[in-house]
């Protein structure tokens, strides 16, 4: 059996290169086959070698400014027929020499490493500003730029198969995506770039939403309103049973639904809008938990208390009805374009279903209802998975999970820490958000790698109905904040409060990839710097 070859990796991606020869123009797609090509011999490990094959005959800083010109170079030659870099065709000419090369081989060929190391930085670096759309401090002019209008009507004509910069390598193979962090610890493909992202091949489907904001403001105001304030065991209820009555037989097991209650009315947020706004000031985004309402009862709530140049965004769904009929588990959020009536609404599904156990089933009390000796899942339809990443500021690209997706990381997990968004909420229906908890370890994982911010949130009602044998309830801790600055912070909503507000603000930090190129100090990192409750006092649900 003959190994596998570079051509072989290339005509994977982009079939008949190898035999064409034939240099893309576009650099997203170059950085797409210099990545896979890395990745695939380990040849990405030997940046930090004493001897690295990209530094042979330069210094770290020579070699950035001489790969960032060459980017800059790019940007024009790609949208025109003028040739491109003379720099990057010799290094794909050493790449077409390689050809026959087992990729086993790769990494033993300082030739080949370095001019694949070079093509990847020179191509990431032509992307500065991908996604964003807006100016970065420190880099480049108040104008927008042809390249990247270019590359924003790249993300938006592949919308609907999932949002890709490539222009000739088609997403089902792999994508390249824009990117927000690059990790600061340990070592893998993704401490490379910092303006790219290389995303596999796989069952989730990226699609990108970049807005025009406010480059002024610094900070984020999120109103939580963890409703519902109250759940009770008889909600759980048993759909489905295979292979289980009071005695289990083997291989059995039950599906259990959620049956909601009504969702919050609009008389009640705007209530809660309109304290948040006199004691706080203005409210950017609204956050509500996982099945927190219907789908119909959040599009009536969003035509009166949508956030100007904001966003709201809801965990959605209804109970199975029968026991051959799934449930839907999901979240909706609308963002609005700034200075414009357009309201731009995002549907995604939730990507696992939950397994109740044993001890879940005793901490909130609802075993007269779902045998405890059993394995009961979520009887929930799983239609294709989708993960949406919305820029809302220049520092801040958002995306949104739903409960066991950050549980269970895969496969969504490698497209998360790829992109590395600067903020991570999720959607849950679970009990305190204390730190000890498993919200706050994998909260922890995605703020190690690649540096994101995270905010969980569970409803009150939820909270509440926990009760873990021989621990403290905590129950008032509705939602947990964790940042890669200062670390962690649990949520609380104090007694008479409804909600709370979080004031969110923006920390550059300088991140370098592993190859020694600085960012200069481009990447935000949204922190805690407030937590209100919000109270109604006599009006007050929440008690």
Same mark, same amino acid.
């Given at each position: 059996?003959?190994?596998?070859?570079?051509?072989d990796?290339?005509?994977?991606?982009?079939?008949?290169?190898?035999?064409?020869?034939?240099?893309?123009?576009?650099?997203?797609d170059?950085?797409?086959?210099?990545?896979?090509?890395? $990745?695939?011999?380990?040849?990405?490990?030997?940046?930090?070698?004493?001897?690295?094959?990209?530094l042979?005959?330069?210094?770290?800083?020579?070699?950035?400014?001489?790969?960032?010109?060459?980017?800059?170079?790019?940007?024009?030659?790609?949208?025109?027929?003028?040739?491109?870099?003379?720099?990057?065709?010799?290094?794909?000419?050493?790449?077409?020499?390689?050809?026959?090369?087992?990729?086993s @081989?790769?990494?033993?060929?300082?030739d080949?490493?370095?001019?694949?190391?070079?093509?990847?930085?020179?191509?990431?670096?032509?992307?500065?500003?991908?996604?964003?759309?807006?100016?970065?401090?420190?880099?480049?002019?108040?104008?927008?730029?042809?390249?990247?209008?270019?590359?924003?009507?790249?993300?938006?004509s592949?919308?609907?198969?999932?949002?890709?910069?490539?222009?000739?390598?088609h997403?089902?193979?792999? @994508?390249?995506?824009?990117?927000? $962090?690059?990790?600061?610890?340990?070592?893998?493909?993704?401490?490379? #770039?910092?303006?790219?992202?290389?995303?596999?091949?796989g069952?989730?489907?990226?699609?990108? +939403?970049?807005?025009?904001?406010?480059?002024?403001?610094?900070?984020?105001?999120?109103?939580?309103?963890?409703?519902?304030?109250r759940v #009770?065991?008889?909600?759980?209820?048993?759909?489905?049973?295979?292979?289980?009555?009071?005695?289990?037989?083997?291989?059995?097991?039950? +599906?259990?639904?959620?049956?909601?209650?009504?969702g919050?009315?609009?008389?009640?947020?705007?209530?809660?809008?309109?304290?948040?706004?006199?004691?706080i000031?203005?409210?950017?985004?609204?956050?509500?938990?996982?099945?927190?309402?219907?789908t119909?009862?959040?599009?009536?709530?969003?035509?009166?208390?949508?956030?100007?140049?904001?966003?709201?965004?809801?965990g959605?769904?209804?109970?199975?009805?029968?026991?051959?009929?799934?449930?839907?588990?999901?979240?909706v959020?609308?963002?609005?374009?700034?200075?414009?009536?357009?309201?731009?609404?995002?549907?995604?599904?939730?990507? $696992?279903?939950?397994?109740?156990?044993?001890?879940?089933?005793?901490?909130?009390?609802? =075993?007269?209802?779902? $045998?405890?000796?059993? #394995?009961?899942?979520?009887?929930?339809?799983?239609?294709? @998975?989708?993960?949406?990443?919305?820029?809302? @500021?220049?520092?801040?690209?958002?995306?949104?999970?739903?409960?066991?997706?950050?549980?269970?990381?895969?496969?969504?997990?490698? +497209?998360?820490?790829?992109? =590395?968004?600067?903020?991570?909420?999720?959607?849950?229906?679970?009990?305190?958000?204390?730190?000890?908890?498993?919200?706050?370890?994998?909260?922890?994982v995605?703020?190690?790698?690649?540096g994101?911010?995270?905010?969980?949130?569970?409803?009150?009602?939820?909270?509440?109905?926990?009760?873990?044998?021989?621990?403290?309830?905590?129950?008032?801790?509705?939602?947990?904040?964790?940042?890669?600055?200062?670390?962690?912070?649990?949520?609380?909503?104090? #007694?008479?409060?409804?909600a709370?507000?979080?004031?969110?603000?923006?920390?550059?930090?300088e991140?370098?990839?592993?190859?020694?190129?600085?960012?200069?100090?481009?990447?935000?990192?949204?922190?805690?710097?407030g937590?209100?409750?919000?109270?109604?006092?006599?009006?007050?649900?929440?008690?």
């Amino acid at each position: 059996m003959a190994p596998e070859t570079v051509a072989d990796v290339l005509d994977a991606l982009l079939p008949g290169l190898s035999t064409s020869r034939k240099m893309p123009r576009w650099p997203a797609d170059v950085f797409c086959l210099s990545a896979a090509l890395l $990745h695939r011999s380990g040849a990405y490990t030997r940046v930090v070698e004493d001897a690295p094959p990209h530094l042979k005959q330069t210094t770290s800083q020579e070699r950035s400014e001489l790969l960032r010109g060459i980017g800059l170079r790019w940007r024009t030659s790609a949208l025109t027929s003028e040739k491109l870099p003379t720099e990057v065709l010799h290094w794909w000419g050493v790449l077409n020499r390689c050809l026959n090369r087992p990729v086993s @081989r790769v990494r033993s060929s300082n030739d080949c490493c370095e001019a694949l190391l070079n093509l990847m930085g020179c191509a990431d670096e032509s992307f500065f500003g991908v996604g964003i759309f807006w100016p970065i401090p420190g880099r480049g002019s108040s104008k927008r730029d042809r390249f990247l209008e270019e590359a924003e009507e790249q993300l938006i004509s592949t919308w609907h198969q999932g949002s890709t910069l490539c222009r000739t390598i088609h997403p089902s193979r792999a @994508r390249v995506l824009p990117k927000m $962090h690059t990790p600061q610890n340990g070592l893998t493909i993704r401490s490379l #770039s910092h303006h790219l992202a290389y995303c596999r091949g796989g069952d989730v489907i990226p699609h990108w +939403l970049s807005l025009g904001a406010d480059t002024q403001h610094h900070a984020l105001n999120l109103l939580l309103v963890p409703w519902p304030y109250r759940v #009770s065991p008889s909600q759980f209820k048993e759909s489905k049973r295979v292979n289980l009555t009071d005695e289990i037989g083997k291989g059995g097991y039950g +599906l259990f639904t959620f049956s909601s209650e009504r969702g919050p009315t609009t008389r009640h947020i705007k209530r809660l809008i309109d304290v948040a706004h006199k004691n706080i000031g203005r409210i950017d985004g609204l956050i509500f938990p996982e099945l927190s309402m219907s789908t119909p009862e959040f599009q009536k709530l969003a035509k009166s208390v949508m956030p100007k140049s904001g966003f709201l965004v809801a965990g959605t769904g209804t109970g199975a009805s029968r026991p051959n009929k799934c449930g839907q588990n999901g979240l909706v959020m609308n963002v609005q374009f700034p200075d414009s009536p357009f309201v731009a609404q995002l549907l995604q599904k939730k990507h $696992h279903r939950w397994k109740l156990n044993k001890s879940q089933i005793m901490q909130y009390g609802i =075993g007269a209802n779902l $045998h405890p000796e059993a #394995s009961w899942w979520e009887h929930i339809s799983l239609k294709e @998975r989708e993960l949406h990443f919305v820029t809302l @500021r220049p520092w801040l690209t958002m995306s949104v999970m739903i409960c066991e997706d950050l549980a269970r990381p895969d496969p969504v997990a490698d +497209l998360v820490r790829s992109v =590395g968004p600067n903020l991570v909420l999720c959607l849950l229906m679970d009990g305190p958000q204390l730190a000890e908890r498993w919200p706050g370890r994998y909260a922890g994982v995605l703020s190690d790698d690649p540096g994101s911010s995270v905010l969980t949130m569970t409803s009150f009602g939820m909270s509440r109905l926990s009760r873990p044998q021989g621990k403290e309830s905590r129950s008032s801790v509705v939602a947990l904040w964790r940042d890669a600055v200062y670390g962690t912070k649990e949520i609380e909503l104090p #007694s008479n409060a409804d909600a709370v507000v979080l004031n969110l603000s923006v920390e550059y930090k300088e991140e370098w990839t592993a190859d020694g190129r600085g960012d200069g100090g481009t990447s935000g990192y949204p922190v805690l710097t407030g937590s209100h409750p919000i109270s109604l006092g006599e009006h007050s649900l929440a008690r």
